[in-house]
């Protein structure tokens, strides 16, 4: 293949996008349309691939070639590949945490929070959650489970940072999602959904609780690792809702909860 390059010197500049430039540089706030990201593995390239992102570049173990890389490579014929044995990839910062193949992507433009809505029955709303493995997971069980589509406040960690889009297995590309325009859940109420914010408070609802799977429109909200919601949040909303805890446990990590409560409330 033309296209396929073998990487002898470190300091290329078109290695900068996967060796040289952080999460907040390659989003390039500052230019939303030139923003990039990177996927990572195989499998989260081929379904950013299916979901229309646009291929800047590869960097990929030579053994992928022909191997995981073969049919993913075919779909990206005039794109640039770079490609190396994995010891000598491992001198590149962050490769070895890789599955083998990483690709630079541009970014598309937002869709707004009305167009993300619109026909949707069971959303989940994320509070600042700021982990990126927590966004991950929290997306791919919201694809897994019931929801139709994923907001987030402008707080959360980005949906495509490597390490979220990465731990989510690509369901980040399969699920509707995009960031609400500030912290309020105003935008979300005046499309019709009520709200429910899951939170550990004496007058709160089982999640199982008829009246909840009863709502036509339902927007589940998920808060921030270790301190949860805030008050004035819970106050704001329709319900406050909590998983029946067992033998002392006092709580679950975010992405766990968000598991159970989507998988009862996207029924």
Same mark, same amino acid.
Not at 97 to 113: E, F, H, I, Q, Y
């Given at each position: ?13 078109? *290695? ?5 430039? @952080?999460?907040?540089? *390659? ?32 960097? &990929?173990?030579?053994? =992928? ?24 990839? %491992?001198?590149? %910062?962050?490769?070895?945490? @890789? ?33 990126? @493995? ?5 997306i791919r069980s919201a694809a897994a489970l019931g929801m139709d589509a994923v907001l987030l406040t402008p707080g959360c960690s980005d949906p495509l940072y490597r390490r979220a889009a990465r731990v989510s297995m690509g369901t980040v590309f399969q699920i509707d999602w995009t960031f609400l325009t500030d912290d309020s859940l ?8 009520? @709200?429910?914010? &899951? ?22 909200? &998920? ?9 004035? %949040? ?5 319900? %406050?809702?909590?998983?029946? &805890?067992? =033998?002392?446990?006092?709580? *679950? ?15």
């Amino acid at each position: 293949m033309d296209n396929i390059t073998e990487i002898k010197d470190f300091s290329a500049p078109e *290695l900068d996008v996967y060796a040289r430039l @952080t999460e907040v540089q *390659l989003l390039n706030r500052e230019f939303p349309e030139r923003g990039l990201f990177i996927a990572e593995s195989p499998k989260v390239i081929e379904r950013a691939l299916d979901a229309g992102y646009e291929p800047v570049s590869c960097l &990929m173990e030579k053994r =992928h070639i022909e191997g995981e890389g073969r049919e993913i490579l075919k779909r990206m014929k005039d794109v640039p590949v770079f490609c190396a044995e994995f010891d000598v990839l %491992t001198q590149l %910062t962050g490769f070895k945490l @890789t599955r083998g193949m990483l690709c630079a992507m541009r970014r598309k433009p937002l869709p707004s929070v009305r167009e993300i809505c619109e026909g949707k029955r069971r959303i989940a709303i994320l509070d600042r959650v700021m982990n990126p @493995t927590n966004v991950g997971a929290i997306i791919r069980s919201a694809a897994a489970l019931g929801m139709d589509a994923v907001l987030l406040t402008p707080g959360c960690s980005d949906p495509l940072y490597r390490r979220a889009a990465r731990v989510s297995m690509g369901t980040v590309f399969q699920i509707d999602w995009t960031f609400l325009t500030d912290d309020s859940l105003d935008e979300v109420r005046a499309l019709g959904f009520k @709200t429910a914010a &899951m939170a550990l408070k004496d007058n709160s609802l089982s999640v199982d609780d008829p009246s909840l799977a009863a709502e036509k429109k339902l927007a589940v909200i &998920m808060g921030t690792e270790g301190d949860g919601l805030s008050d004035e %949040t819970i106050s704001g909303c329709d319900y %406050t809702v909590r998983i029946p &805890m067992y =033998h002392g446990v006092d709580s *679950l990590n975010v992405a766990a909860a968000s598991a159970v409560a989507f998988y009862q409330l996207g029924k």
